[in-house]
């Protein structure tokens, strides 16, 4: 239901589902789907690079969301695939998280089919049956940070101003329940009180050290290195990788989706208060003054 929701949106935004299929295909050869979404696949190592191209920053705007829902169902239903890469094509910004426009001035029925698919892509990330390696190769808070935690494995290039988090107090929101389940899944329980509440930003020496990445390399050595993490994920047999990150992943999963409608509604009357509506126009104004 969720991925036919998707496709209206894509529908609706004029994305012609004929070329995203291609782009998603199987062929060896170097191809670059319609729109926000490049898909590079080596259907020869059984690896698909995903990179995200919805500049300026790749945020999470809705379109591009439900790019990459149909571009990750098409990769998991093929199954030449068994590993992917996500990764930015702007080094400098992997993903600037939601995009604050569509959480701002809007309609409830916006917010809801906004928060519909970011659940979805969550959900699609978290229990891919493929092995997904993040390719960090910029600044990632918040959604973005969300994007990799969900991922089997990080790697984070080595730059200052490449900080990953959940940032959303800083904003004046709050991560919901699944984001957090997701961060305490993965550095623990006191680290992500912490993490959240200060709504902290971690550089890569401190982003190791927590274990919000698993590793920091050289700008110039993030891509091959989540290609070789790949590579030694693949010996794994499939069948028993993927029953076991089920066993480790599932029960964060259904516990989204069990109250799914719930939280969509709990989203819009939250995203939908003056309060917080006030909140993020001030956070877009702040990022617009920065500039000047
Ligand atoms: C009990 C519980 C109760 C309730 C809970 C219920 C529900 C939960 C409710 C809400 C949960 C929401 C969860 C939200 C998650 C998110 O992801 S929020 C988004 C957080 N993102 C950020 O904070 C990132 C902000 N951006 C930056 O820090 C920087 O832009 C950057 C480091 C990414 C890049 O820096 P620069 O290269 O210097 O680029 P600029 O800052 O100049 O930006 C260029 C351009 O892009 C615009 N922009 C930046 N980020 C966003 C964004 N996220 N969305 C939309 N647009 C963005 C920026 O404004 C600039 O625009 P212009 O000025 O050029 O128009």
């Known amino acids: 239901m969720a991925l036919v929701a998707a496709r209206g949106t894509l529908l609706r935004a004029g994305v012609r589902l004929g ?3 291609a782009a998603c295909g199987r062929n060896g050869t170097r191809r ?25 920053v790749n945020s999470l705007t809705l379109e591009f969301l439900t790019e990459l ?22 080094p400098g910004i992997f993903s600037a998280g939601l995009d604050l426009r569509e959480m701002c001035g ?8 906004y928060w519909r698919a970011v659940q979805e892509l969550w959900l699609k990330l978290y229990v891919s049956n493929m092995i997904l390696v993040a390719a960090i190769n910029g600044a990632s808070p918040a959604g973005g940070c969300l994007m990799s935690l969900s991922c089997d494995y990080r790697v984070l290039a ?4 490449y900080k990953v ?46 274990g919000m990445v698993d590793q920091v390399v050289p700008e110039d050595q993030v891509h091959s ?15 028993a990788r993927q029953l076991t990150k089920s066993m480790m992943r599932k029960a964060t999963t259904d516990n989204l989706i069990k109250q799914r409608e719930a939280d969509i509604q709990n989203f819009v009357s939250f995203i939908s208060r003056d309060s917080i509506q006030k909140s993020l126009q001030m956070y877009i104004e702040k990022l617009k003054q920065k500039k000047s």
């Open 32 to 56: 670059s789907a319609s729109h926000r979404v490049l898909v590079e696949p080596d259907a020869a190592a059984g690896i698909a690079t995903i990179k995200f191209k919805n500049p300026p």
């Open 225 to 239: 290195t989540a290609l070789s993490v790949i590579t030694q994920w693949l010996a794994i047999p499939d069948h």
């Open 69 to 90: 829902i149909i571009c990750l169902e098409k990769l998991e239903n093929d199954k030449t695939f068994r590993g992917v890469i996500l990764t930015s094509n702007s």
């Open 158 to 161: 080595d730059n200052p101003r």
């Open 165 to 210: 988090g959940l940032n959303e107090t800083l904003l004046g929101i709050v991560a919901p329940f699944w984001f957090r389940d997701t961060l305490v899944n993965t550095i623990g329980h006191r680290a992500s009180e912490r993490a959240l509440q200060l709504g902290l930003l971690f550089p890569p020496a401190e982003a190791l050290q927590v």
């Open 19 to 21: 070329t995203e299929a």
């Open 106 to 113: 809007k309609n409830p029925a916006h917010y809801a089919e």
